[in-house]
């Protein structure tokens, strides 16, 4: 709102012969809002202080909100006390109200209740008589940048702007005030001396604006200053609300998207760039057909395929062993590769229309209006961004109910078994591979085979053996489990394990919930 000089000396006028000679109250504060209330002689009066710098005004209320708590100490030092003058400076946006009021023993003591409205400075400062702060709703300690307000050291008051009716330039006026031109700052002046202005509500870039002037065909005369303030400033704060619910939902949904076109551009990539999965298939029919007679001891660099023609590379660096197991490394990689850009193909589709229905509902943000629907939209749109604390630890359950936790890092492994585990719950790890430490929390419950098998199959899953056939994985009680002395975090020593072997399957990894399912479950 263009809460400018003028129209402050406009409320101050207003304001003045229900304030002066009464006593002061309540002092309360809702947020970047102060509430004045006091006893007049013939009624109560309620005065509303906004101190956000997009909303900065003062204004009289027929009544004071509900719900708006005392602003202590504020009102310990100010209840009971009689205003004796409410001044506005020349041409400032500045209110001081004069109090006077008793002490515990008798004497009387003079405070200044300061409201500032200039812009980014609003406050509202309580000062005593011998001009030092007693307290502010913005303190600014001494050696921060900006006008030192802290309580016991002097007041400072804002700077003084020019007096237009003194220098005559149209440049010291408001800047509402300018489009007037210089022929109307005599009857601007004169108006001042008064403070005789009447209330005109009209249309303004960000809602309704209330000034001394109409400024558009669409203005009309308010009844009283204070009405039409206090009319405007709801809308206007119905109006910010909507803004700030429409930012925090369009911020949401543009990381979405973000996420989104990451993923979208990972998975077109990853299928542009991956080899064909036939290739490797080729090379174990060429390793079992043309390698394995060459006998174990030859180790050629390349293998030549007669009857393609085709030359493969051999890659005994990937396998320690014989020419069956190079070949059983190569149908892996087939049926990885395979598997990689069928679920690749099935994934990108999907990322395209989860990214059409986010721009979607950001064009249909800009026409929302309804407060409600906002809200709704800010809740859901923090609930899918992942708003709250993930869990510790990776959390399943075997196909039997049981639980079955796991490490996500080394510190979250040493969190995991030395103080989540109980000691007589199953501690798994993969033998002679890096990987998560994994908990099958049965207690002191005997667990049956087929958890136990769970849980090894999730220990080999989310180790570096990854989805290896016949993974050797130790289990223990967790009572025989401690920490390697002056080794990193998550580096154990274990005893009387057992030792299992296991595949994990993909049906048995999806059973578990372990392989997510944009990546692998079936349309």
């Known amino acids: ?6 129209v402050m000396r406009a409320v101050t006028r207003e304001l003045e012969p229900r304030v002066v000679g009464a006593s002061l109250g309540f002092v309360g504060r809702d947020h970047d809002t102060v509430y004045l209330s006091g006893q007049g002689q013939d009624r109560r009066w ?52 004069s109090l006077e009021r008793e002490d515990d023993i008798g004497r009387l003591e003079r405070l200044t209740l300061v409201v500032e409205l200039a812009g980014h400075l609003t406050n509202i400062v309580l000062v005593r008589e011998d001009r030092t702060v007693f307290d502010a709703l913005r ?28 220098s005559g330039r149209l440049e010291d006026l408001p800047p509402w005030a300018r489009r007037l031109g210089e022929e109307a700052l005599p009857a601007l002046c004169a108006g001042w001396q008064t403070g005789r202005f009447t209330p005109i509500v009209g249309p303004g870039d960000r809602g309704p604006e209330v000034w001394i002037r109409p400024w558009d065909a669409r203005c009309t005369e308010a009844s009283d200053w204070s009405t039409a303030l206090d ?30 076109d990451g993923q979208l551009h990972d998975a077109r990539e990853r299928l542009g760039s991956d080899q064909n999965p036939e290739r490797f298939r080729r090379l174990g029919d060429a390793i079992l057909a043309f390698g394995v007679p060459l006998g174990p001891d030859a180790r050629p660099e390349r293998l030549e395929d007669p ?5 493969f590379p051999l890659p005994w660096d990937e396998v320690d062993g014989s020419w069956a197991d190079l070949a059983g490394w190569a149908y892996r990689r087939y049926q990885k590769g395979r598997s990689a850009r069928s679920a690749l193909s099935r994934l990108i589709p999907r990322l395209e229309r989860d990214r059409a229905a986010i721009e979607e509902n950001l064009s249909e943000l800009e026409r929302e209006s309804d407060p409600r629907t906002l809200q709704k939209a800010a809740a859901d749109a923090k609930e899918a ?35 989540a585990a ?27 085979p ?62 578990l919930g372990a392989i997510h399912s944009l990546l692998d479950d079936p349309d």
């Open 139 to 166: 303190r600014v300690a001494p050696g921060r940048p900006g006008r030192t307000v802290w309580p016991g050291l002097p007041y400072e008051p804002p700077p003084a702007p020019p007096d237009p009716c003194e």
């Open 450 to 511: 087929p958890d136990i098998e769970d849980a090894a199959v999730l220990a080999a899953f989310f180790s570096r053996a990854g989805r290896g056939s016949q993974v050797a994985v130790d289990y223990t009680a967790r009572k025989f489990v401690r920490k390697r002395p002056h080794a990193e975090p998550g580096a154990v020593l274990y005893t009387r394990e057992r030792t299992l072997y296991v595949t994990p399957a993909p049906e048995r990894l999806r059973e």
């Open 46 to 97: 309620h005065v509303r202080v906004a101190l956000a710098p997009a909303l900065a005004h003062l204004c009289g209320l027929a009544r004071r909100p509900e719900g708006v708590r005392p602003w202590q100490p504020m009102m310990e030092a100010v209840a009971g006390a009689r205003v004796t003058a409410a001044v506005q400076p020349p041409w400032e946006r500045v209110w001081r109200l």
């Open 1 to 6: 709102m263009p809460f400018d000089a003028l």
């Open 422 to 448: 109980r000691p007589d719950d199953l501690w798994f790890h993969v033998k002679q591979y890096p990987g998560s430490h994994v908990l099958l929390r049965c207690g002191r419950d005997t667990p049956l």
């Open 307 to 311: 009857a393609s023609g085709e030359s």
């Open 385 to 419: 961004g992942g708003g709250a604390r993930r869990a510790p630890f990776r959390r399943f359950r075997s196909r039997r109910g049981v639980e079955i936790w796991i490490g996500r890092t080394a510190v979250e492994n040493q969190e995991l078994t030395f103080r």
């Open 231 to 260: 009319s405007v400033y709801r809308e206007r704060m119905l109006t910010l609300s909507l803004a700030q619910l429409k930012g925090q939902v369009r911020g949401r949904l543009k990381r979405r998207l973000e996420l989104v």
